[in-house]
T-cell receptor
Framework: DTGVSQDPRHKITKRGQNVTFRCDPISEHNRLYWYRQTLGQGPEFLTYFQNEAQLEKSRLLSDRFSAERPKGSFSTLEIQRTEQGDSAMYLC???????????????FGPGTRLLVL | DQQVKQNSPSLSVQEGRISILNCDYTNSMFDYFLWYKKYPAEGPTFLISISSIKDKNEDGRFTVFLNKSAKHLSLHIVPSQPGDSAVYFCAASGGGYQKVTFGTGTKLQVIP
């Protein structure tokens, strides 16, 4: 199975620590997205990449958050100086988009559940 | 501002009957709509989608209906099975923006 994978699946950290999550998209997909989901809510968009270029960032993505996709394959999401409000499920999704076609289906990974104590 | 709304947080249906999940949206720029299913501790799984040029799309037991004038879509599951018990998210994109906007989800319970 070559679906989207995320690592780690769970992370517990203390407030103030830095954490980094990794996402490996479906291999032929050129777009990669990060979402955050809290209890009782749907996933909320954070940022996305087309190949290695980060094209859009949500205002939810404070300056403590940074995402990279250095070679246009896997991506990392780092949270610096974590706060208790960062506790959430962090979801990665990927899609394949052809030039000129805007309607795409995003396929999600299993998520990384973060708990900040 | 909740642009995609799922007003029913939960729904219970008997096995074998029809499940109807509803979704309303406010952004007239949305032109692509998706339904995802999510089990606890897993990521959302894509179920079915519909483009705004259509009013119905069917895939096996799942059918999505789109009413553009009412800015409303619905997901029909027939017949419902216990394995369908999950949270269902309605989502939308469009207007040249690639991000997908999700509703808050409806928890479906199919009772054997």
């Amino acid at each position: 199975d070559t679906g989207v994978s995320q690592d780690p699946r769970h992370k517990i950290t203390k407030r103030g620590q830095n954490v980094t999550f990794r996402c490996d998209p479906i291999s032929e997909h050129n777009r990669l997205y990060w979402y955050r989901q809290t209890l009782g809510q749907g996933p909320e968009f954070l940022t996305y990449f087309q190949n290695e270029a980060q094209l859009e960032k949500s205002r939810l993505l404070s300056d403590r958050f940074s995402a990279e996709r250095p070679k246009g394959s896997f991506s990392t999401l780092e949270i610096q100086r974590t706060e208790q409000g960062d506790s959430a499920m962090y979801l990665c999704a990927s899609s394949s988009v052809l030039t000129g076609i805007f309607q795409e289906t995003q396929y999600f990974g299993p998520g990384t559940r973060l708990l900040v104590l | 501002d909740q642009q995609v709304k799922q007003n029913s947080p939960s729904l219970s249906v008997q096995e074998g009957r029809i499940s109807i999940l509803n979704c309303d949206y406010t952004n007239s720029m949305f032109d692509y709509f998706l339904w995802y299913k999510k089990y606890p501790a897993e990521g959302p799984t894509f179920l079915i989608s519909i483009s705004s040029i259509k009013d119905k799309n069917e895939d096996g037991r799942f059918t999505v209906f789109l009413n553009k004038s009412a800015k409303h879509l619905s997901l029909h599951i027939v017949p419902s099975q216990p394995g369908d018990s999950a949270v269902y998210f309605c989502a939308a994109s469009g207007g040249g923006y690639q991000k997908v906007t999700f509703g808050t989800g409806t928890k479906l319970q199919v009772i054997p």
